[in-house]
């Protein structure tokens, strides 16, 4: 099998790397003699940069860019609007990931100088490329990769309808080692609230950063022929209002190396080929660059379609599954980016809070709502007891996640010091030997010096802090509560302390600019509800979680009891309730859940105390888990999780 790949872009040297890795026959037909070195550059997830590092091993060649952590969003005049936590991107210039791509290809497979012109058929199949220059090519599958404006789609699909032009971007690159210095691996971008025009920076290597304008051409446009001179007028004016850091980083741009880009799209395809014809990347669809997935759907086009090829013996068949693999993601792609363009062309609709950001894809979760038990769970993040049975619950979760749903609510523990008394805890120093204790019997860590040191006025803040959180994502917001506990018991940090709640908050990858928000407002009184329905439902021990199956019959479990009791609760609530199996294995377990303690791991792996240890070193050594180590215990941290 010979294919013939027109286009030496990213999608057509991808799969020509890719195919030729199969021992596959191949060339790829490039229109230009030289490649050029504009300067776009490409925000890649590593759904796609992972295959291009499969492609490099053991070839001592690295991956171009650095990869991206922080995504800031903000209004023209710098309030900020967005922070999140980026997980799994990578800025790479152009130039350089086709310098990378052309240093794995083998001499001889790419041809240049070749401008399609049109196929050679025999029997209604394409049996060969031709091109303008007078060069043929035979081969026995034809791909277009030959971009958006597609000769090769055109041939065998026709025309498409683009969408009009109504955004356009300038891009640009430039050095400020200043500004990288300052926002290292962080997207920044501004927006104005009162008309179409937006500022993005992303850095792509120490010193170097990617900019764009966008802007809604209907109300103010620049030709596209510019000088630079224009062009940096239109820019300076388009811009005026934004921050001070815009200007200092377009202080250091050479407009001659800009350029505007005009961004368009056209629907989804009925098909992506046509015979032996198939096509990849931006000739096979199209989206806006709102969603930043163009780079990384091209590459997953080709690693697909290869898949295809190896497996299914007929190559239509293989390209009728390559496409039904590959509509839906493109359709919700195409979609999102016309949906974000309305909302770019007209500021006034955009909701801060509701606002999508692309780059950051929830990922599934259990369905909830249809669950034939309920979990109310009355718990407080400075509660011992509730740190003490986090094994249980996780293991509930595995064994029996199916059946039931938790909901969280915060109870008030410690309201303040002033009468405070709770059995024989009266100040903060009672909390300090209690902790220890905790510690003692149940062999998970707590220090206990908190108390002693740094103690916490009251629970109230970091309650009002997790229910900010809820609002936001429930999931998140259990990795938040989990996150700040592990903050107090082991690190040692007052989680009163507003700035260490929005850095957990960040961690776990909620918006943290949304979540101080919601926190100094409307998570207040969601805080107060749970307080009354707490109250109203007198629960006076934490953790209490309250199990209630379809036919309203109620179970109340109080305080610290050991997981058959939890077990057993389950069964009379649902008698014919079935166990999962356990995975037991690390990697697993780790997936599940990103941080655990000696005694989690235990109980969840089914291990004993020393083989533990023994596996969690060896973890360690073998650099899939990081550690910290407090003075009663370790916390240990997965490398392949978010959080």
């Known amino acids: 099998m010979?294919?013939?790949?027109?286009?030496g872009g990213v999608a057509g040297l991808s799969l020509g790397l890719l195919l030729n890795k199969q021992n596959i026959e191949v060339v790829i037909n490039e229109k230009m003699t030289e490649f050029h070195t504009r300067g776009h550059a490409f925000l890649m997830h590593l759904d796609g940069w992972s295959i291009l590092e499969e492609l490099s091993e053991g070839k001592n060649i690295p991956l171009p860019g650095i990869e991206i952590g922080e995504f800031n969003f903000n209004k023209s005049n710098g309030e900020p609007v967005k922070r999140q936590k980026l997980n799994l991107w990578r800025c790479i210039r152009r130039k350089d990931l086709i310098a990378f791509l052309n240093q794995l290809i083998p001499e001889g497979l790419i041809k240049t100088g070749r401008v399609f012109s049109h196929f050679i058929y025999e029997n209604g199949k394409a049996v060969a490329a031709q091109f303008s220059n007078g060069e043929i090519e035979y081969g026995d599958i034809f791909v277009g990769a030959d971009g958006s404006n597609s000769s090769v789609r055109e041939a065998i699909l026709g025309s498409v309808e683009f969408t009009k032009v109504e955004v356009k971007e300038v891009v640009g690159l430039c050095k400020n080692e200043t500004l990288a210095s300052k926002l290292p691996n962080v997207f920044t971008k501004f927006q104005s609230d009162t008309r179409g025009i937006s500022f993005g920076m992303i850095p792509v290597s120490a010193s170097d950063f990617v900019w764009f304008m966008q802007y809604n051409a209907v109300e103010a446009d620049c030709c596209d022929k510019s000088t630079p001179e224009q062009l940096k007028a239109f820019c300076d004016f388009q811009l005026s209002d934004f921050p001070p850091i815009v200007n200092e980083l377009l202080a250091t741009n050479d407009y001659s190396t800009s350029y505007i880009w005009n961004t368009r799209d056209f629907g989804l395809l009925p098909k992506f080929h046509e015979g032996n014809v198939v096509l990849i990347g931006d000739a096979a669809h199209l989206a806006l660059p709102f969603t930043s997935a163009g780079t990384?759907?091209?590459?997953?086009?080709?690693?697909?379609?290869t898949d295809l090829l190896l497996k299914i013996g007929n190559s239509e068949l293989a390209f009728e599954q390559y496409y039904a693999s590959r509509k839906d993601e493109i359709s919700k792609h195409i979609y999102l980016g016309r949906e974000l363009k309305e909302l770019f062309m007209h500021p006034e609709k955009i909701d801060g809070d509701k606002m999508v950001v692309p780059l950051i894809s929830k990922k599934e979760s259990d369905v909830k709502g249809d669950k034939p038990l309920k979990v109310q769970y009355f718990t407080d993040p400075i509660c011992s007891t509730c740190w003490v049975v986090q094994p249980m619950l996780r293991r509930l979760k595995l064994e029996y996640g199916e059946y039931f749903d938790i909901d969280y609510r915060m109870g008030g523990l410690l309201p303040s010091w002033t009468d405070y008394q709770r059995g024989p805890i009266t100040q903060p120093s009672d909390v300090a030997s209690h902790w220890e204790e905790v510690c003692m019997i149940h062999g998970i860590p707590l220090d206990g010096d908190i108390?002693?040191?740094?103690?916490?006025?009251?629970?109230?803040?970091?309650?009002?802090?997790?229910?900010?959180?809820?609002?936001?994502?429930?999931?998140?917001a259990i990795l938040f509560l989990r996150r700040i506990k592990e903050m107090l018991f082991l690190e040692k940090k007052n989680i009163v302390d507003l700035n260490y709640l929005e850095n957990a908050a960040f961690?776990?990858?909620?918006?943290s600019a949304k979540f101080i928000k919601d926190y100094e407002t409307k998570a207040q009184e969601a805080f107060r509800n749970d307080l009354i329905l707490a109250q109203n439902m007198e629960v006076g021990v934490f953790p209490t979680l309250i199990f209630t199956n379809q036919d309203n019959k109620t179970i109340i479990a109080k305080g610290y009891q050991e997981y058959e009791y939890f077990e057993d609760i389950i069964h009379q609530l649902i008698p014919n309730a079935q166990k999962r199996n356990l995975n037991t294995d690390p990697v697993f377990l780790f997936s599940c859940f990103s941080t655990m303690t000696n005694k989690e791991f235990s109980f969840l792996s089914e291990k004993s105390v020393e083989d533990t240890?023994?596996?969690?070193?060896?973890?360690y050594e073998r650099g899939y888990i990081d550690k910290f180590e407090s003075k009663n215990g370790i916390i240990w941290k997965s490398k392949l999780a978010d959080y």
């Open 451 to 476: 108390w002693l040191e740094d103690p916490l006025p009251s629970s109230y803040p970091p309650s009002i802090a997790f229910k900010a959180a809820q609002m936001q994502d429930g999931d998140l």
């Open 2 to 7: 010979k294919v013939v790949i027109i286009g």
């Open 296 to 305: 990384t759907n091209a590459i997953i086009d080709a690693k697909t379609l």
């Open 507 to 511: 961690e776990v990858g909620l918006d």
């Open 613 to 619: 240890e023994k596996t969690l070193d060896d973890l």
